[in-house]
C-alpha cells in the first residue's frame, strides 16, 4: 500500500491566486512527521515546511502553510498568493517514527503551473 | 555553502561496471538516505541509515548497497551497473525536523 499518496498529477493556478496541493498518508506509527518539497525545473529538493504529528497548531512558513487533517490522515500544502516562480513539482514526504526506522518516504508528485 | 555534497553530479557508465557514489553532509544529522528519481515521477527510497553504524533497505534496495562510513558520510556502490539503473540519486540528511537534499547524481548507463 501507498504510504504518501498525491492525487493531483498537475494543476494549473492563476497567478495572485491560492492553491491546494493534496497530500494523504498511512502509517500507524503515532509518531511520525510530514514535509512538502518543492523541485524546480533545474532538479534540486527545496524543503518548504514541516509537520509533526503531536503539532497542535498548523505550520506556516511565509506564503506556504499546511492543513493538517489528523483524523483524515491528510496534510495539504496551501500556497497564497501564486506567483510565477511557484511553477514545479512539489512532493509531499513522511517521516515516520522508530516503529519504522525513521524511513522518510515520498508521493509521487504534483505538477504546479501558474498562470500569468 | 554548508549542507549535504554529492559526487559526482554527472556519470556516464557502461552496463557491467562498479561505481560508487559518495554523499556528505556536515549538519551533524543522524540519518540519511539514498533516493532515486525516474523522470516524472517521485523518488523512491533505495537505502538508509537512521544512525552512524546502521543501514536499512528501502523500497528499491536491489542492486544496491551502502556504507555509513561515520555520521558524515553514507555512500551508494553500484556493483554492476543496468540500464534500468540510469536515474538521478539524491542523497539527503535529516535530524528531527530538518531534511535537506543534495544537489543530486545524473546516471546513465549505456
Known amino acids: 500500500a501507498q504510504k504518501i499518496t498525491q492525487t493531483q498529477p498537475g494543476m494549473f493556478v492563476q497567478e495572485k491566486e491560492a492553491v491546494t496541493l493534496d497530500c494523504t498518508y498511512d502509517?500507524?506509527?503515532?509518531?511520525?512527521?510530514l514535509f512538502w518539497y518543492k523541485q524546480p525545473s533545474s532538479g534540486e529538493m527545496i524543503f518548504l515546511i514541516y509537520q509533526g504529528s503531536y503539532d497542535q497548531q498548523n505550520a506556516t512558513e511565509g506564503r506556504y502553510s499546511l492543513n493538517f487533517q489528523k483524523a483524515r490522515k491528510s496534510a495539504n500544502l496551501v500556497i497564497s498568493a501564486s506567483q510565477l516562480g511557484d511553477s514545479a513539482m512539489y512532493f509531499c514526504?513522511?517521516?515516520?517514527?522508530?516503529?519504522?526506522?525513521?524511513?522518510?518516504?515520498f508521493g509521487g508528485g504534483t505538477r504546479l503551473m501558474v498562470k500569468p | 555553502n554548508a549542507g549535504v555534497t554529492q559526487t559526482p553530479k554527472f556519470q556516464v557508465l557502461k552496463t557491467g561496471q562498479s561505481m560508487t557514489l559518495q554523499c556528505a553532509q556536515d549538519?551533524?544529522?543522524?540519518?540519511m538516505y539514498w533516493y532515486r528519481q525516474d523522470p516524472g515521477m517521485g523518488l523512491r527510497l533505495i537505502y538508509y541509515?537512521?544512525?552512524?553504524?546502521?543501514?536499512d533497505k528501502g523500497e528499491v534496495p536491489n542492486g544496491y548497497n551502502v556504507s555509513r562510513l561515520n555520521k558524515r558520510e553514507f555512500s551508494l556502490r553500484l556493483e554492476s551497473a543496468a540500464p534500468s539503473q540510469t536515474s538521478v540519486y539524491f542523497c539527503?540528511?535529516?535530524?528531527?525536523?530538518?531534511?535537506?537534499f543534495g544537489q543530486g547524481t545524473r546516471l546513465t548507463v549505456v
Open positions: 502509517t500507524s506509527d503515532p509518531s511520525y512527521g
Open positions: 549538519m551533524n544529522h543522524n540519518s
Open positions: 541509515s537512521a544512525s552512524e553504524g546502521t543501514t
Open positions: 539527503a540528511s535529516r535530524f528531527g525536523t530538518e531534511a535537506f
Open positions: 514526504a513522511m517521516r515516520e517514527g522508530r516503529n519504522a526506522g525513521n524511513m522518510l518516504t
